[in-house]
DNA sequence: ACCTGAACACCGTTCAAGT
DNA sequence: ACCTGAACACCGTTCAAGT
């Protein structure tokens, strides 16, 4: 509770939050233990008391990404709501730092980072009485295709960023609807087909006596 | 259409399929290009000539890997099917070799691959008169979530198979229902899941007057 | 057309030793 | 408790030169 006292933690903080710094000016591959030891004033030998290796500090790093997810207000919600809610809110997170998406992704692909909607989403099924069963995997499909989505549109945009002259897309007559890929709108689209998956689950399952 | 008597394409595609086998047999941490020559008895550098640099390699890789999604026929299924059918078919297909979702993960994000299921959910989508715009967004979905949802549960096999005797879960009464992940048969119910999604966004699509 | 040799500019991690 | 110094065992990539 008292924190302005220990200094323990705090370098630990330290490192990770200069951690984040690196990745949003420089990207994630130029984010290396050598430069972030640099960046510290410190040998790159000397993170190695901090986290006891790389993938241990990047996901200290997701969970900086992630810890406004933690203060989203899914409070009374309808269920349909609250996917869209907190599926555009994590992608949001991902998309604040340069490379967050793909940072946050492999982290939680390795199992260091819990699920960022898992908690409030449950809250609020939980609130309408739909078996947790249901949710769990609703929140996986929507975290999976938020992650995975906002990767893909994150990297979309670096490479337009590079070749800024190559394929300007002019955004005509038929404005940011030209491409292949999905943009924002897209996005939203697919949440709210998964709340209505997830809503059709429900009723199925309410029908065949809960 | 002549294959055998052009020798040109051949070497090329012979280094992907040793990366591939190195890939399975090693894992992607160990598919270094050194290793890559070292198994082809030849010098690094030679590597570049037949690709620009390492991602294009692992792009090939990936989409040998992806080659059976090509031949899954898809005909005379309905839209529900079709879904569930050609994302339980590209999982099969990121199993099947070590650390292939992983792979492929990065090689869609970074857009040096195209869709494995968008062709295949089109065509049936077409059939049934649904609206592209839908179906790709469908298509989105499925992908995403079952990449994502693949690259996690490979990656837990693999934790799991390296600490064998940390946690072995011991299926018991309540039989493979224990852990906090999902499994197969939470992977098939949220296919289900953005099937009925996708079905009801048709539904009220074509109650809006098409 | 396809590959070698040699180099460049880096990596993550360990560990004894310092303070 | 926290860090240095020095090393180990690697990386991807380039490029002149060979055949």
């Given at each position: 509770m008292v924190a302005s006292v220990n200094s323990r933690r705090r370098s630990r903080d330290d490192v990770a939050e200069m951690a984040l710094r690196l990745l949003d000016e420089y990207g994630l591959p130029d984010l290396t233990m050598r430069h972030l030891a640099t960046a510290l004033g410190v040998?790159?030998?000397?993170l190695y008391w901090h986290f006891p290796n790389k993938q241990a500090l990047l996901a200290a790093v997701s969970e900086l990404i992630l810890a406004p997810m933690r203060e989203t207000p899914a409070d009374d919600l309808s269920v349909h709501e609250a996917v869209r809610l907190v599926g555009s809110r994590l992608r949001e997170c991902l998309l604040a730092y340069r490379d967050g998406s793909e940072l946050v992704s492999s982290s939680l692909a390795l199992g260091l980072v819990s699920s960022p909607v898992r908690a409030q989403l449950l809250e609020v099924t939980r609130r309408h009485e739909v078996p947790d069963g249901q949710a769990e995997v609703a929140a996986e499909a929507v975290m999976h295709f938020v992650v995975g989505a906002t990767f893909h549109e994150q990297q979309r945009l670096a490479a337009d960023q590079l070749g800024?002259?190559?394929?300007?897309?002019?955004?005509?007559?038929?404005g940011a609807r030209a491409g292949s890929g999905a943009d924002g709108g897209d996005f939203a689209e697919a949440l709210t087909m998964i709340a209505h998956g997830l809503e059709v689950s429900i009723a199925q399952d309410r029908s065949r006596g809960n």
């Open positions: 040998q790159p030998s000397a800024l002259l190559a394929e300007p897309v002019a955004p005509g007559p038929d």
